[in-house]
């Protein structure tokens, strides 16, 4: 009821970016995901398996929940090589 209430009250607003907490533990019980219009997940270069980021977006997309965009942290570029 309350996220219901929150959604009536922000619906004048284009866009509204709302942190959640990670959703690596599935989003089984989240119960925000059908007020969602997307998501774009977060997620950190070398830490978080592929495969985990794909199961999460199958569980989004399972629950009818758009997922946007991925953001990737802590990406180190690729080196170059210099020429003297």
């Avoid at 059908?34 to 569980?59: C, F």
């Avoid at 942290?73 to 020429?83: D, E, H, L």
Wanted: aromatic residues 4%; hydrophobic residues 45%; glycine residues 8%.
């Amino acid at each position: 009821k309350r996220m219901t209430a929150f959604i009536a009250e922000i619906q004048h607003y284009d866009i509204v970016i709302v942190d959640l907490p990670p959703l690596t533990a599935g989003i089984d019980g989240f119960p925000a995901s059908s007020a969602l219009d997307g998501v774009i997940l977060v997620t950190e270069w070398g830490k978080t398996p592929i495969d985990v980021l794909g199961e999460l977006v199958r569980s989004l997309h399972a629950n009818k929940t758009r997922t946007v965009g991925v953001v990737m942290t802590n990406v180190r570029g690729a080196s170059r090589k210099r020429s003297a």
